[in-house]
Nanobody
Framework: VQLQASGGGLVQAGGSLRLSCAAS????????MGWFRQAPGKEREFVAS????????YYADSVKGRFTISRDNARDTVYLQMNSLVPEDTAVYYC?????????????????WGQGTQVTVSS
């Protein structure tokens, strides 16, 4: 499956952004989807994941209550709504697709990756 992430940009602290990740090539609804982020000099870290149907979600503690992951299987797209952004959220955000039937939080559990979209939060 091919993944294309978009929606990043520059936003002030307290602002919001909505990231999208469009999939193509295979049956989107067969995959658990996740969002990860990577800041300069740091490892890629888990942000959120969502089950194949969208009925189950899981979040990193650092974003819980501020970010919402969702998916539209009819549009083959997963979203990440980010509210109350803080400078520590600055990173390149990646979407991933996993064939595992569990909401894995490690990058190694994902089989396909998008190209990443930059999110910069200014103070």
């Amino acid at each position: 499956v091919q993944l294309q992430a978009s929606g990043g940009g520059l936003v002030q602290a307290g602002g919001s952004l909505r990231l999208s990740c469009a999939a193509s090539g295979r049956t989107f609804s067969n995959y658990v989807m996740g969002w990860f982020r990577q800041a300069p000099g740091k490892e890629r870290e888990f942000v959120a994941s969502i089950s194949e149907s969208g009925g189950t979600t899981y979040y990193a503690d650092s974003v819980k209550g501020r970010f919402t992951i969702s998916r539209d299987n009819a549009r083959d797209t997963v979203y990440l709504q980010m509210n109350s952004l803080v400078p520590e959220d600055t990173a390149v955000y990646y979407c991933g697709a996993s064939v595992m039937a569990v909401l894995t939080t490690t990058p190694g559990g994902y089989d396909y990756w998008g190209q990443g979209t930059q999110v910069t939060v200014s103070s």
